[in-house]
């Protein structure tokens, strides 16, 4: 069993810059791909981001890439979400997820085995 806890979510005006972290209990958070994922009111949970076991893979969804980066530090049971130069469409509910699995299904949100609380993130115009 894995418990995730995200912080950091946040109002912030349209170019800032947030940081989301996520903290994992137990010992094996190693052994998990880590994704973070989003639901703004009214729409399906969608992919944003994912990192490898060792972190030496990461995926991002389009309308991210280039401006969000995922970091973990397994010495920490953490994994972070650098959330730069938002855009108001940002606005939602940002989930992490532990997936067990492999990481070809990464994108897939029935695949991941944990699920935090949520963090808000608003982004003003």
């Known amino acids: 069993q894995v418990q995730l806890v995200e912080s950091g979510g946040g109002l912030v005006q349209a170019v800032g810059s947030l940081r989301l972290s996520c903290a994992a209990s137990?010992?094996?958070?190693?052994?998990?791909?880590m994704g973070w994922f989003r639901q703004a009111p009214g729409k399906e949970r969608e992919f944003v981001s994912a990192?490898?076991?060792?972190?030496?893979?990461?995926d991002y969804a389009d309308s991210v890439k280039g401006r969000f980066t995922i970091s973990r530090d397994n010495a920490k049971n953490t994994v972070y979400l650098q959330m730069n130069s938002l855009k108001p469409e940002d606005t939602a509910v940002y989930y992490c997820?532990?997936?067990?699995?492999?990481?070809?299904?990464?994108?897939?949100?029935?695949?991941?085995?944990?699920w935090g609380q949520g963090t808000q993130v608003t982004v003003s115009a």
């Open positions: 997820a532990a997936d067990s699995t492999r990481w070809g299904t990464r994108r897939a949100v029935y695949e991941y085995d944990f």
């Open positions: 137990g010992r094996t958070f190693s052994t998990y791909t």
């Open positions: 990192i490898a076991r060792s972190g030496s893979s990461t």
